[in-house]
Nanobody, 128 residues
Framework: HVQLVESGAGSVQAGGSQRLSCAAS????????LAWFRQVPGKEREAVAT??????????FYADSVKGRVAVSHDNAKNTLYLQMSSLKPEDTGMYVC????????????????????WGLGTQVTVS
C-alpha cells in the first residue's frame, strides 16, 4: 500500500522560510518523477516544482512564480522529497501536495497532474 505523507505545515510571515517534506511508504523514490503541487481554492492545481530521481542529469522544473525562491530535493535512501521555500509571499499560500510516478527515462518531469498516480493529502502553508 503506497502512502505519501507531507509535513511542514505552518503559518509564516512574508519573507520567511518553510521546509516541506514528503515521506513515502510502500514506494521507492528511485527512478521516479516527483512533484510538488499547490492547490488554492477556486484555482487549478499548479505544479510548483518537479524533479527526476534517476540518472539523467539535472532535470528540475520550477514554476516561474517560485523560481529563485524554492529548491526541491530528494533523499532516495529515506524515500523523502523536500521543498525548501524562502522569501515567502502571501501568494505562496496554499495546500502543498506531493505526487509521484515511476519513470525510467530521464529528463524534465511533467507538470500535468494527470501524469502522477500517487498523491499525498497535502500540507497547508499560510503566508501573511
Amino acid at each position: 500500500h503506497v502512502q505519501l505523507v507531507e509535513s511542514g505545515a505552518g503559518s509564516v510571515q512574508a519573507g520567511g522560510s518553510q521546509r516541506l517534506s514528503c515521506a513515502a511508504s510502500g514506494y521507492t523514490y528511485s527512478s521516479a518523477c516527483l512533484a510538488w503541487f499547490r492547490q488554492v481554492p477556486g484555482k487549478e492545481r499548479e505544479a510548483v516544482a518537479t524533479t527526476y530521481t534517476g540518472d539523467g542529469g539535472d532535470s528540475t522544473f520550477y514554476a516561474d512564480s517560485v523560481k529563485g525562491r524554492v529548491a526541491v530535493s530528494h533523499d532516495n535512501a529515506k524515500n523523502t522529497l523536500y521543498l525548501q521555500m524562502s522569501s515567502l509571499k502571501p501568494e505562496d499560500t496554499g495546500m502543498y501536495v506531493c505526487a509521484a510516478f515511476k519513470r525510467t527515462i530521464g529528463g524534465t518531469c511533467p507538470v500535468w497532474p494527470y501524469m502522477y498516480n500517487y498523491w499525498g493529502l497535502g500540507t497547508q502553508v499560510t503566508v501573511s
